[in-house]
């Protein structure tokens, strides 16, 4: 089983910009075997998927809402996928989590058909 650890939330002011990381791991765990996605929650409505990344990294998948203003990236050597997010708006206030899976279709990347998640990192965007 994989273990995530998202980091790199905050406050932050409309038009700002946050870099957040996940650090996967997991005794049979082989990160570079694995495409690897952000999500979003906000309390009381369901988790969002953000972006995608494949496992070489030359595939990106984005949600319309973050489109030109978020970029998801990875580095296989640390183990670890990064959503630099720019341009922030008060709408992108959630808790932002990352997943791993096998495959890369697009129509797989949704909340549901992940079981387990970390623990997430809280984003605030002040107006």
């Known amino acids: 089983q994989v273990q995530l650890v998202e980091s790199g939330g905050g406050l932050v002011q409309a038009g700002g910009s946050l870099s957040l990381s996940c650090a996967a791991s997991g005794r049979t765990f082989s990160f570079s075997r694995y495409s690897m996605g952000w999500f979003r929650q906000v309390p009381g409505k369901e988790r969002d998927f953000v972006a995608a990344?494949?496992?070489?990294?030359?595939?990106?998948y984005y949600a319309d809402s973050v489109k030109g203003r978020f970029t998801i990236s990875r580095d296989n050597a640390k183990n670890t996928v990064y959503l630099q997010m720019n341009s922030l708006k008060p709408e992108d206030t959630a808790n932002y989590y990352c997943n791993a899976q096998v495959g890369w279709t697009r129509s797989t990347w949704y909340a549901a058909n992940f079981d387990s998640w970390g623990q997430g990192t809280q984003v605030t965007v002040s107006s």
């Open positions: 990344i494949s496992r070489s990294g030359g595939s990106l």
